[in-house]
Every structure is written in C-alpha cells, then in structure tokens.
C-alpha cells in the first residue's frame, strides 16, 4: 500500500502553506505522544479542538458546557491514546470520545430534568413565520435558525447530520464513531435532512435559487 | 436508470458515497434529466446554505492550560518548583481546604514578624495612633483577591491562579482571545466573510493539493494508493469551492468565478476516490491536472493583485 501525501511538496518553500500543525501527520502524532512527547498532544489539541469543540456545542446547545466537554474528551483522550488501535484515523477517534461525552452529559441533564425541552413552542413555531428569502437572511439569523433546528432532530440524527454535513465524515467514520449500522445511518442521515429542509425551506423560499 | 432510482440514490451520490458504477449512471441520469438536475441543484444549494453555519465558537486560549493541566505536565510553567519558592507557591495555592496545622502556623508566624517589622519603619503620628494600629494577619492573609490582576496575565505567575482549586473552567476565559487556528485542518472553518482573502487561502490550499496529485508517482506495479487524506481535504475544499463560486459570481468576479469552476470538476473527481484508489484513476485525475495546467492557473490567481481578480 502506497501513502499518497503531501510528502513531495517543499510545503515549507510555500508561504504560508500547511506550516505548522499540518507538517505533522496524525499517526505520527500518536506515536510521538505514546513515547512521552507532550509538545505533540498540544499539537493534536491545536488541530483538532476547533471540530471537536464545534461537534460538542451542536450536540448540547450550550457553549460553557461545549468547552467543559472539549477539555474532558482531551484528558479521556490523552489517558486512552495508548490504546487507540493503529488502524483508526485520529479524528474519528476523537469524534467517538466526544460522542460519548456529549452523550453521557445530555444524559445526566435528562437525569436532572434540566435538559432543554425541545418541545419548547419557540422552537417548533419557526416554520409557522413568515418566510424570508434567503438573500436577506443574516447570517446570524442563519446561524440561529440552523441551531435551533438542529436541537429538534433527536440525539442519533442530529450526531449523524452534524458528521455528514458540518464535518463531513464519510458514511463509514460516521458507523466508526457512533457504532451504527450502515442502513441506519443512511435512514437516519435522509430523516434529519428532510426534517432541516422542512424547517429551513420556509426562510429559504420556495425552490431556492440556484 | 429511472427518476426514482436517481433520486433515492442522489444524496448518497452527492456525499460521494456510491460506487463508480452507480455513480456513473446517476452522472448520465443527470445530464438528460431536468428534474432531477433541478432536485440535485436544490440538494447543493441547500448544502451551501449549510456550509455557511457559523456557530461563532472559539477556542478560548486557557482551554489548552486547562486540558494541560489534567494531561501532559503543565509545558507553560516557567516558575521553579524546588525548594523555597515551590513551598512559597504553596502558600499562595488557595483555595485549599486541607491546609496542615504546620503552613498555618507558618504564616501566622510570618504575619506576626512582618507585622513587626511594619509597625517598626512607621512613625507613630500622634493623632493617628488608632488608625495605624497595624492588622498583621489581613496585612500577610494570601487572599487570592489579593493577587494583583497584572499578575494573572502575567504566564510567570499563572500557577496563582491555575492551580487554586477544582479544574473545571474555574476562569471564564476571554473568549476573543483564541489559538490560532489559521491552519488547521478543520471542516468547520468560519464562512461569515467569504472575502478575497478567504478565496486566497482556498486557493492556496486548493493548489497544494492538486499540485500534490500532479506529483505523486504512479509505477506500474501499483494497484493501490491511499489517497484518503487527499480526499478528506478535497472534500472540504469543494464546500468551500462552492460557496466561493457562487459568492465571485455574486460580486461579479468572473475571473475568479471562472478558475473556481475549473477546479471544482478536479475536486469532485478526488473527493469521490475510495480510500484506496486504483492506481489508473489516480493515474487519470494527475493527467487532467498536468494537461489542465490547473496548478499554473491557480498560481496565476495568487500572484494577481486584489483588484483583478
């Protein structure tokens, strides 16, 4: 098996281009911090905390919380990495950590019974607006309307729409990191997508220009 | 191949999920069928939408410290833990509830003595005697509001502050102060200014990877390659590559519009390799990149000034 990689560029040479963290392959990342190289962990940290804190916030709508459970999904990751199988890509793995972080710490909320309510009127009535061409939608409008219709998907949609569409995992990370079957991320997958359209369309207008 | 066929298997082709032969058909579908052209146009147009979510999130710049702390050995800690100034630290590592009988004797008797000394090099002023009573123990008391806020930013001193209880996100950090992130690798990077200088970067990042196709060398004997990196980023560029297009054809950059369309069919084709591509398909995407002179285009944008582009 041959590695296609960006190996044969004097990436250096380019300005700008891939410095830093990028220099650095994942696996040999992993291996540099299984042999007690810290400074390699900060690099895993650079890259990959900004997906990972993102992925987090989309499952649990709350920014505090996201960072509570980025840093927890880095310490579980640092203490297990010894045991990551070779095999597995880095962001897949840390993508499965933060899944069961998020996962445990909605469900503790559950417990709590201070989850958000997602049958919160305010949240459902948002196809019942006017609707707004998409032109003249701000993106914080966007953004906001984006959010809220994410947290109406239930957990195994919303964890398999945020991978597909936001961080563009392929069908086979996303069954990595969540442990679903292929037939039920694909049904999963075109449920959350009907059920964002639907939401999104009346803002959208009907048919969006393309 | 049917319209319900195409359709049913038309978000699976557009996430590059089906294998070249279905993917092929549905290709040819497309190209003769205006309905579901038009669906798939409404499924990008939808994704583009998508691609602009920006939840405004940062990675706030103690978050790393925070994480350091439970992990690796704290790397940023350049104040001497040996000997006196480690037991020095320790006074000051407040709040610590399991305080032993020997540090606070400790510091009462080093209150007392610099209590002493205080009231020593004050001149008792006759009718300020009850005012300059001195107060030793608040004077010496290792309050953490006592220590100064210029010492917090300081990363000498951040063990004062770092070290003073429970781990979690005891300091609500500045969240416009973040890592910089410029060039990591991440599938979310923010699409709030899709600006010429967004559209650099991505052609920049654009061209290191064709330009990495280019070079790659095929033998003979190979059958396979992994190319699954390449294609993770590629991915990643044609959503952006997208929203560029349609932002350059919006602002009336037909130049820019125009390059972005070459590239985007180089895009697809590599974001749709398996993992493991077959070697004569890698083979085929460098030979349209040689023949394209994509790269020397792509480098022609990046040397062209702002205004002609």
Redesign the interface.
């Known amino acids: 098996m041959k590695r296609l990689a960006l190996d044969e560029l004097n990436l250096e040479a380019q300005p700008g281009a891939f410095a830093g963290t990028l220099m650095n392959s994942s696996r040999d990342l992993v291996a540099r911090v299984c042999q007690g190289d810290q400074e390699a962990f900060r690099l895993i940290f650079d890259r990959y905390s900004r997906p990972v804190i993102g992925f987090i916030y989309d499952m649990v709508s709350d920014r505090d919380l996201a960072e509570e459970l980025t840093q927890e999904t880095f310490v579980r990751a640092y203490r297990g990495i010894r045991g990551m199988n070779a095999e597995t890509k880095l962001s897949t793995w840390l993508f499965g950590i933060a899944r069961n972080v998020a996962r445990e710490s909605l469900r503790a909320r559950v417990r709590a019974n201070r989850h958000v309510d997602l049958e919160d009127k305010s949240v459902l009535d948002l196809s019942d607006n006017e609707p707004v061409p998409v032109e003249r939608l701000l993106s914080k409008e966007l953004n906001d309307l984006i959010c809220r219709s994410l947290a109406t998907l239930d957990e195994d949609k919303r964890v398999v729409f945020t991978l597909k569409v936001f961080h563009h995992c392929s069908y086979e990370e996303i069954a990595d990191i969540t442990g679903f079957s292929l037939a039920k991320l694909k049904s999963d997958l075109h449920r959350a997508r009907a059920e964002m359209r639907r939401r999104i369309k009346p803002y959208a207008g009907v048919g969006y220009e393309v | 191949m049917k319209c319900e066929g195409c359709l049913e298997l038309l978000?699976?082709y557009l996430?590059?999920?089906l294998a070249e032969r279905e993917a092929s058909e549905i290709a040819a579908h497309l190209i003769t069928c205006a309905a579901c052209s038009a669906e798939r146009?409404?499924l990008?147009?939808?994704?583009e939408?998508?691609s602009?979510?920006?939840?405004?999130?940062e990675?706030?710049a103690l978050?790393?410290e925070?994480?350091?702390e439970?992990?690796?050995?704290p790397?940023s800690k350049p104040v001497s833990q040996n000997g006196f100034s480690a037991l020095v630290a320790s006074w000051f590592r407040v709040p610590s509830f399991g305080f032993s009988l020997a540090t606070a004797a400790a510091l009462i008797v080093i209150a007392l003595v610099i209590g002493m000394a205080y009231m020593r090099t004050q001149k008792p002023e006759p009718n300020k005697v009850l005012a300059e009573t001195p107060r030793p123990i608040t004077v010496t008391s290792p309050e953490p509001k006592q220590v100064p806020k210029g010492d917090q930013a300081e990363p000498g001193n951040r063990d004062f502050v770092a070290n003073n209880g429970s781990s979690?996100?005891r300091l609500r950090?500045n969240r416009h102060s973040t890592?910089d992130?410029s060039?990591?690798?991440?599938?979310?990077l923010g699409y709030?200014d899709v600006d010429d200088q967004d559209t650099a970067?991505h052609i920049?990042?654009t061209q290191?990877l064709l330009?990495?196709?280019r070079?790659?060398?095929v033998a003979d004997g190979?059958e396979?390659?992994?190319?699954?990196?390449?294609k993770?980023l590629s991915?990643?560029l044609l959503?952006e590559n997208i929203v560029l297009r349609r932002d350059a054809e919006m602002k009336a950059k037909f130049p820019t519009k125009s390059l972005l369309a070459d590239v985007e069919p180089l895009l697809i084709d590599i974001a749709n390799l398996p993992?493991?591509a077959r070697a004569e398909d890698?083979r085929e995407i460098k030979e349209r990149v040689q023949k394209t002179e994509i790269v020397a285009a792509l480098m022609g944008y990046q040397d062209r000034g702002p205004n002609n582009r």
């Open positions: 978000e699976e996430d590059g999920e146009a409404t990008a147009v939808e994704q939408m998508f602009r979510y920006d939840r405004e999130l990675v706030p978050l790393w925070q994480v350091a439970q992990t690796v050995s790397l979690a996100r950090p890592i992130q060039d990591v690798l991440s599938s979310d709030l970067k920049e990042q290191n330009r990495s196709i070079n790659v060398s190979d396979e390659i992994d190319v699954s990196y390449d993770a991915r990643r959503n993992d493991r890698v």
